[in-house]
């Protein structure tokens, strides 16, 4: 059986499992590909997420964190630190949250639009607001 082969098995069974259970929790964001269709995983180099992103690593990382809901943001401190005091310094919500951060927020500039959920304007979003989901703009 060729590597190619055993990889697209792999991907298949894996996407699988991930959609027909819990595993994937209502945290992760599913954001949609040119073709308006959800991001399908890949494992070639020149898949659709790393030519959106480039070579920037901190990109990357911010990415993946706000992707998964995993940024250093109050609502993921909320989730594993329950007894810990948040403040927010936006003033608007009483706990920061990742669609706080892309619909509401004032600290963020060029909103996030629901209508436009593709992989490409939540890069831009990103890249215009390099502090959303990073851990310069952690608050504690």
Not at 46 to 55: A, T, V, Y
Not at 58 to 87: G, K, V, W
Not at 98 to 112: A, E, Q, S
Request: hydrophobic share 35%.
């Amino acid at each position: 059986m060729s590597k190619k082969i055993k990889s697209d098995d792999i991907i298949k069974y894996w996407k699988m499992t991930f959609q027909a259970s819990e595993l994937k929790g209502n945290h992760f964001l599913d954001l949609l590909d040119s073709d308006n269709k959800i991001i399908e995983l890949t494992y070639a180099k020149d898949g659709s997420w790393p030519k959106l992103i480039g070579h920037s690593n901190s990109l990357c990382a911010c990415t993946t964190r706000a992707i998964t809901n995993h940024a250093p943001i109050s609502e993921y401190r909320l989730r594993f630190f329950p007894r810990e005091e948040f403040r927010y310094p936006c003033g608007h919500y009483p706990i920061e949250s990742r669609r706080h951060i892309l619909h509401d927020c004032v600290r963020f500039n060029g909103y996030w639009n629901p209508r436009r959920d593709s992989f490409s304007h939540f890069i831009m979003f990103l890249v215009l607001n390099p502090n959303a989901f990073s851990f310069f703009n952690s608050v504690g």
